[in-house]
């Protein structure tokens, strides 16, 4: 009888670590994360380079704030839901061909 209290206690626990960490990874966005990340260098070169002029610069950075705003949305109860990670991806894959039209117009 005690083993079988300590087995169901263990599977208990074991349950809910495992649903902590099932959780843990819906709190951060890391494809959305890399993305922002590459599309903030392809913004820097290309006001480098300068294939981008001024208000291509201004408006690719307005989209980069808006996809900010928004996965701070999604982030601020805590967990992001598949409505609100397809929105930012939306947003991510848009913002990437404005701005790839852009640098090569």
Known sequence: MKRL???????????AA??????ERKHYLPKISKEQFQLKQRLARGKKDGTLN???YEKAKAALEAIQTQKKAALADGIATPE????LEKMVVNANQEMKTMRTN
């Open 5 to 15: 209290l300590v087995v169901l206690v263990a599977i208990f626990f074991a349950n």
């Open 18 to 23: 495992g649903q902590g960490i099932a959780q």
């Open 54 to 56: 001024q208000e291509e």
């Open 84 to 87: 609100e990670r397809a929105e």
